[in-house]
């Protein structure tokens, strides 16, 4: 099955600055990877997602990059402000069979004022 | 208001109890999706539901019972069987569209502790 892999588990960056996490994800069929964040206590809420039919996708301050050929994808944030602070989780899914999210671990991020 | 509820937010358990938990949405969704966290982990799928009467096992379905009776509902029931239940449930819904992965929306969760 699938196994999907983020790096780092924690970041703390300074208000203002860039974040990026990282995602690696082992099965080649999989073409849909979504990026969500969670506040603590919450359910995950979705921010932005990609297909493999494209290779970067943007939303404001946040942008998505897809590398097929590597299998890695990675979320970019810039100009954090402090309600970025949050875990955010990297996923991954398949058009076929069970449609069911592969998430990654989790990295929490915290933006320091 | 449109959206997914799960109810309750939080629930105690003791040892050798069933337990169901409840799962509810009005977006009209035909999927349905159970998922478990732990502490700094990442979610982990349970069971999920294509359609209304038919359900599959996930990962980690061992412990674990549900039915897709109305296209709106998704009780999780945990039974004794499960040695380690303490847990954050997630349960999400999305279209099913028959030629790409459509968005998951998920609830706000219920906290599942044991005693």
């Known amino acids: 099955g699938e196994n999907v892999e983020q790096h780092p588990s924690t970041l703390s960056v300074q208000e203002g600055d860039s974040a990026v996490i990282k995602c690696t994800y082992s099965?080649?069929?999989?073409?849909?990877f979504p990026w969500y964040k969670q506040e603590l206590g919450k359910g995950p809420q979705l921010i932005i997602d990609?297909?493999?039919?494209?290779g970067e996708k943007k939303d404001q301050r946040i942008a998505v990059t897809l590398n097929k050929t590597a299998k890695h994808f990675s979320l970019h944030i810039t100009e954090t402000q402090p309600e970025d602070s949050a875990v955010y989780f990297c996923a991954a899914s398949k058009d076929t069979g069970r449609r069911a999210l592969t998430f990654g671990s989790g990295t929490r991020l915290q933006v320091q004022p | 208001d449109g959206g997914i509820t799960q109810s309750p937010k939080y629930l105690f358990r003791k040892e050798g109890q069933n337990v169901t938990l409840s799962c509810e949405q009005n977006?009209?969704?035909?999927?349905m999706y159970w998922y478990r966290q732990d502490p700094g982990q990442g979610l982990r799928l349970i069971y999920y539901?294509?359609?209304?009467?038919?359900?599959q096992k996930g990962d980690i379905a061992e412990g674990y019972s549900v039915s897709r009776e109305k296209k709106e509902s998704f009780p999780l029931t945990v039974t004794s069987a499960q040695k380690n239940p303490t847990a954050f449930y997630l349960c999400?819904?999305?279209?099913?569209?028959?030629?790409?992965?459509?968005?998951?929306?998920f609830g706000p969760g219920t906290r599942l502790t044991v005693l």
């Open positions: 099965d080649s069929a999989s073409n849909y």
């Open positions: 539901s294509q359609i209304v009467n038919d359900f």
């Open positions: 990609i297909r493999s039919n494209v």
């Open positions: 977006l009209n969704h035909d999927a």
């Open positions: 999400a819904s999305s279209f099913n569209s028959p030629y790409s992965t459509d968005t998951q929306y």
